[in-house]
């Protein structure tokens, strides 16, 4: 981005934990990394390069409540999706079939006979309520904080218990990059490594020059 110019309006960050039924198995258990370290390591990178003020980052990955969000956001997310939480509201019930066209609930298929199943107007009423109430929590979350806005969360408002005697905050576990700290030696030893083997010709595409 920094050599072209050319920055995306925003980057999805999905983690290791989501999926759908139609992941093999191997890779919904053991492919991919988790979403918050993966979203600590963008946000940190957009940050350090200076870029996290033109683009926006979506948090993916098992969001179901009001608190994955307030913890998403504390980290560096923007914005969060959630397909599973929708799909269960809806009435999912994780048989694994999204790929084969034989979903028995009628939501991931296009064939008559199991569409039937899907009772539309009952079922985008039950989505747009857990969307509702989902957004009213972390309103809630937000005010029993002492914030009014998003934008105030930091990764100092979350803590984990990281042994049986010590709890920290995500400020401990996930150091906050100084804004352009990337953009000139020497860099953050966690990221000094990353930075050398990065390539910003690894993803051109010469079938899609234009001349």
């Known amino acids: 981005m920094l050599k072209t110019g050319i920055n995306p309006d925003f980057i999805t960050v999905d983690g290791g934990e989501g999926g759908t039924g139609a992941a093999p198995l ?16 963008v946000s940190d990178c957009l940050i350090g390069f200076d870029l996290k003020k033109d683009i926006k980052i979506i948090a993916s990955g098992k969001v179901f409540t009001g608190f994955h969000i307030i913890k998403r956001l504390s980290i560096g997310a923007d914005l969060c999706n959630s397909a599973r939480g929708m799909m269960l509201s809806m009435g999912c019930i994780q048989s694994l079939q999204c790929n084969t066209g034989h979903c028995p609930t009628g939501i991931s298929t296009q064939r008559p006979a199991l569409v039937k199943g899907l009772n539309v107007s009952d079922k985008r009423q039950r989505a747009a309520n857990f969307h509702e109430e989902t957004v009213k929590s972390v309103a809630e979350i937000l005010a029993a904080a002492g914030l009014s806005r998003t934008e105030e969360l ?24 100084v804004a352009g700290n990337l953009l000139s030696e020497p860099f953050p030893s ?22």
């Open 26 to 41: 191997e890779y919904s258990n053991s492919i991919g990394m988790p979403l918050l370290d993966a979203l600590a390591f």
């Open 154 to 177: 930091n990764r100092k408002h979350i803590f984990r218990r990281t042994s049986q005697t010590q709890i920290s905050h995500y400020q401990d576990i996930y150091p906050p990059m």
């Open 190 to 211: 966690a990221f000094d490594e990353d930075i050398k083997q990065a390539n910003a010709e690894m993803f051109n595409c010469a079938a899609c020059e234009i001349n």
